[in-house]
């Protein structure tokens, strides 16, 4: 008799961090969810997923039962962030390649303005890669002058004996007037098919030529990079089994893209990573009711935060990663140089520095005991006594605290003349400060009062410092998920395919003719509708939202404003008008109503509608609060506060209802919670830990 008992269904997804890789499994029949971290692979980022995949196969899964597969990653950020992407060409228009080398003439602001020594950052396609082609469009999308194909073909071939891996392409107004890059693209197939091609027309067809160089140029440095990795990734799963064709890539934008797509626009992930923990964190919050969150994200190397407001997400349209700007559609994460990994010292003058550099995966904190040195916030955590020797990841891996202790007394607590608890504290004020500063940049510097937000804490160290910095900052509130190390995996589970599209047209609203406007559109629908068909999928799975970027004449910044579904009517014009103001208001605090307004780009956003996995609320089994209780050990709590005997909880026996007064300390897999004298934690219906002050 054959069995016809349904194969289970298996979704995976990954986060790839500087110390741990992390990943969940979701078994689509049972609801059920299953984590796990692995130690992250820098020098091949591909081996640490492959091991985290075989250990759901050890379980008794079958690669065929592996459905959908989705990774957050930082390969094209590591590239662009340490110099090491392809040798890239640049190829512009002629008379105009100081566009590139001139930048913004800015310094940007803070410590930059009054740096003596401030450089600019290192031009990804130097002079030496650069070609300038005699060709000419107008700002109304006139071709001037035509494309010099054999001087364009001449150039071509000149890079290629150069052994340029990857060009960047980027012409004078050619977001209005495409005809000259694309015959680029048809050279470049003729001349030289081996290299990556990025043109800026497909990469960011936007006005402003700094921006949307810059942005062509970031997509051509990594993007053999990233299609390197993506294709050893993609056969090695192969190779065990995985025949889903449902292969994901976490975008900037807080929405997923397949391989292919991420391979030919990698400049759309430099913050894949993030992105995830900013979409749990709202899928999260919007469960229990909350809508007002800061997402704090505290991994191995560094902290992210983000801030949404009225359960709407803050995003931009120009970010910049290590003062190179990218002008796509991202979630607006504010990143500093502050994990688990990040390194302590006694600097030059004898005062403590803490970071920016970091330990890393390999060779790790001290207490990892694989030949590190340097004393890194890990082992701070560990002198205190919140991390458990013994029962780190739930016992796989033993610290050594000995080791720990006995290097930060002689890097840290000797040369300060500080009792060693007190120079672990102290290390882990500084690296609070730096995070609570990170808090204040995208809350209270732009306006919010951050008493009205919830901190939503995760990564492996989030929860360890999250109590204490909301005690510092007056949020009134911390929520700390179920799953907090592996928060941003998590995320990738509650994305649908996302792509943007944009296209740039200067004209004042009053002026705007519809039977111009409208047929832009119908083309961004026609062409957001054919990529997502091509992507497997049907039209009930598609929706659209356009924006348009309007700006009172004469500013030099625009905003985003949703718009009703295409064909516009004037009626339409007049709504948008008032919207404009509206958010005008809003952001800026004053509006102008006699003021003319200015249309500067369209902007379409197409989701191709993924599936979304169902969490359940927590189930009662009457287990009582006193269970969860595995012991005590005594925890530094400051000078306040002193060595404390500090009870501790083990997280996966505490359910909806239970009640902690702090000091407490809850273990579990992938993190561990602090809870200070101070506050008291309450496990919601959802088996998320509320944290608040005592009353």
Partial sequence: MVDETPMPKYRVTVDTGGTFSDFVFFNEDSGEIGITKVPSTPKEPFQAILAGVKELLDQGAAAGEISFFCHGTTVGTNALLEEKGAKTGLLVTQGF??????????????PATYDLFFEKPRLLAPPFYTEEIPERVDFRGNALKPIDVETAREAIRRLKKKDVQSVAVCFLFSFLNPDHELKIKDLFAEEFPQAGLSLSYEVLPQIREFYRMSTTVINAYIQPVMANYLGHLESRMRELGVTTPKLYIMQSNGGVSTFQGSSKKPVATVLSGPAGGVIASMGTCERVGINNIITFDMGGTSCDVALIHQGNPVI??????????????????????????????????????????????????????????????????????????DHFLGGRMKLNKSKAERLLEDKIAKPLKMDLLEAADGVLDIINVKMEEAIKAVSSQRGYDIRDFTLVAFGGGGPMHAGRMALDLGIPSVLIPLTPGVHSALGLLMSDVKHDYVRSKLVGLDDLELNEINPMFSR?????????????????????????????????????????????????????????????????????????????????????????????????TGRTVEQATTGTRKIFFGKRHGLLDTQIYNRDVLELGHKISGPAIVEQLDTTTVIHPEQEATVDNYRNIIIREQK
């Fill in 97 to 110: 390649r100081g566009i590139y080398e001139v930048m913004e003439q800015t310094r940007g602001y803070g």
């Fill in 524 to 620: 961004l629908i026609d062409q957001a509708r054919a990529d997502l068909h091509g992507e497997g999928f049907q039209d009930s799975e598609i929706k659209m939202e356009p924006y348009l970027d309007l700006r009172y004449a004469g500013q030099g910044y625009e905003l985003t404003v949703p718009c009703p579904m295409p064909p516009l009517t004037k009626q339409d014009l007049a709504l948008m008008r008032g919207r404009f103001d509206t958010m005008h208001e809003q952001n800026s605090g004053h509006k102008a109503e006699t003021e003319p307004v200015e249309l500067v780009s369209l902007r379409l956003i197409s989701f191709g509608l993924v599936p979304q996995a169902k969490l359940s609320p927590g189930k009662v």
């Fill in 316 to 389: 931009t349209t120009q970010g910049k990663i290590n003062l190179r700007p990218i002008a796509l559609p991202m979630l607006d994460i504010h990143t500093v140089s502050a994990g688990g990994g990040t390194i302590a010292r006694i600097d030059a003058v004898g005062g403590l520095q803490v970071g920016p550099d970091s330990a890393g995966a390999d060779p790790g904190p001290v207490c990892y005991d694989r030949g590190g040195e340097n004393i890194t916030i890990t082992d701070a955590n560990m002198v205190i006594g919140v991390l458990d020797p």
